[in-house]
C-alpha cells in the first residue's frame, strides 16, 4: 500500500479513538465504537493482515456494539439505566 493511504489510516485510526473516548453517553458511544472497528479494519487490510481484519470487522464492528446496545437497552427497560 502507499504510504499516503497508510498516514490517512493512521490519522483517521487516532481521530476515531478520540472520539470514542470523548463521548459520554452510551448509544452514540457504542456507534463511534463501531466505526472505530471498522476503521481498523481497512488499517488491518492494508497492513495485509486479512484475518486479523476479519476478526476486527466482526469483534469490534459489529458484535461489542451490538452487546452494548443491548444491555443499555435492558437497563433502560428495567428503570436502572436512569439518573
Excluded at 497492513?47 to 444491555?71: K, T
Amino acid at each position: 500500500m502507499s504510504d499516503v493511504l497508510l498516514a490517512l489510516l493512521l490519522v483517521l485510526t487516532a481521530a476515531g479513538a478520540t472520539v470514542t473516548v470523548s463521548i459520554r453517553r452510551p448509544r452514540p458511544q457504542a456507534m463511534a465504537f463501531s466505526v472505530y472497528g471498522l476503521v481498523l479494519t481497512l488499517m488491518f487490510v492494508s497492513l495485509q493482515a486479512p484475518d486479523v481484519a476479519l476478526s476486527e470487522a466482526v469483534v469490534g464492528g459489529i458484535a461489542l456494539p451490538a452487546m452494548v446496545l443491548l444491555a443499555v437497552s435492558r437497563l433502560e427497560e428495567s428503570g436502572e439505566g436512569r439518573r
